[in-house]
C-alpha cells in the first residue's frame, strides 16, 4: 500500500518520559509506517524549556536524553528529530539528531537559527504563533545565508484571542512558494496554550480533522505528538493522541493523498 508520493510522518511523544517507554513507543510507530510505507522520523524532546510552570516535568536534559535518542536511532534504523532551545547544545545535539528543530517561540532568534544551521543538519522550523505565513520567508533566508540544506517550515497554528489557536491552512501553499517543505502539526495546532492555568490544555479531538484537512490543502508531511496513555503523559497530554489512533488516521491520510494524485 504504497504510493508514488507519500507524505511523511514526525511523530512521537512530546518529552522522553524515559527510555523504555521511549523505545516502545518508537518501535510502535516504526512498525505501523512500514506497513503502510509512510517515511517516518521520529520525534521526541529531551527538554521542554518552555513549560507552563516552574513545576512541570521537563525532560531529563541533553546528556540523557540524547542518549536515549541515540539508542532509538541504533536499535531501530529511524531519522530523529529533537528540539534545541540554546545556541551552545547546537553542536552536541547534532551529533545525534538527523534533524534539528527550532521551537516556534524562538523561530526569530537569529544566533540560535545560525547555530543549527551551521551544523549542517536539516532544520525544522516551526512557525510561530505570533507570525504569519508570509513572515517565514525571512527566516528561511536567515537559514540559507549560511547553509545549503534544505529547511523545513511547520505550521502549528496561530493565537487566536487568550489560550487558543486557529489555523489559517492557506498558510500552507504560503509557504511552501518559499520552496521548503511544509509540515503540518495536528496535535500542537489543537493545544490551549496556558488553558489549564498551571499547564496547557488541548482538544485532541479536533487533531485528526485538522489533519486531514492539512493534507487535502497540500501539506508535505504532518507532525502528530503520540503516546500510549496521553492522560498520564507528563507533557502535551490533553493534546497527545493515543498509539491506538494513528493506523485508521494514517490510512485515511494515504486515501486523502492519493485522491490528490489523481
Not at 35 to 46: D, E, R
Not at 78 to 86: E, Q
Amino acid at each position: 500500500m504504497k504510493s508514488e508520493n507519500p507524505f511523511f510522518l514526525i511523530s512521537g511523544p512530546c518529552v522522553i518520559e524515559d527510555e523504555e517507554v521511549t523505545l516502545r513507543i518508537a518501535t510502535r510507530l516504526k512498525e505501523l509506517t512500514d506497513s503502510l510505507g509512510i517515511p517516518f522520523t521520529f520525534k521526541a524532546s529531551y527538554d521542554k524549556a518552555n513549560r507552563t510552570a516552574i513545576t512541570s516535568y521537563r525532560g531529563p536534559g541533553i546528556e540523557d536524553g540524547l542518549r536515549v535518542l541515540a539508542h532509538v536511532k541504533e536499535t531501530l534504523g529511524v531519522p530523529i528529530l529533537s528540539d534545541v532551545h540554546r545556541i551552545s547544545e547546537a553542536a552536541e545535539a547534532a551529533e545525534v539528531l538527523d534533524i534539528i528543530q527550532i521551537p516556534a517561540f524562538l523561530c526569530r532568534q537569529t544566533d540560535l537559527l545560525l547555530a543549527v544551521a551551521k551544523t549542517g543538519k536539516p532544520v525544522n522550523v516551526k512557525k510561530g504563533q505570533f507570525l504569519a505565513p508570509w513572515d517565514m520567508v525571512n527566516i528561511v533566508e536567515k537559514i540559507r545565508s549560511v547553509s545549503s540544506v534544505q529547511p523545513m517550515i511547520t505550521e502549528r497554528g496561530v493565537m487566536f484571542g487568550y489560550n487558543n489557536l486557529v489555523v489559517d491552512f492557506r498558510g500552507i501553499q504560503i509557504m511552501q512558494q518559499t520552496g521548503c517543505p511544509v509540515i503540518f502539526d495536528a496535535t500542537h495546532s489543537v493545544q490551549l496554550p496556558g488553558g489549564a492555568g498551571t499547564r496547557s490544555g488541548g482538544q485532541r479531538e479536533f487533531a485528526p480533522i485538522l489533519a486531514r484537512a492539512a493534507i487535502a490543502a497540500g501539506a508535505d508531511g504532518v507532525f502528530l505528538e503520540v503516546h500510549e496513555n496521553p492522560d498520564k503523559a507528563l507533557c502535551d497530554g490533553p493534546n497527545s493522541l493515543h498509539l491506538d489512533q494513528l493506523p485508521g488516521l494514517l490510512i485515511q491520510l494515504k486515501a486523502i493523498k492519493a485522491a490528490l494524485a489523481t
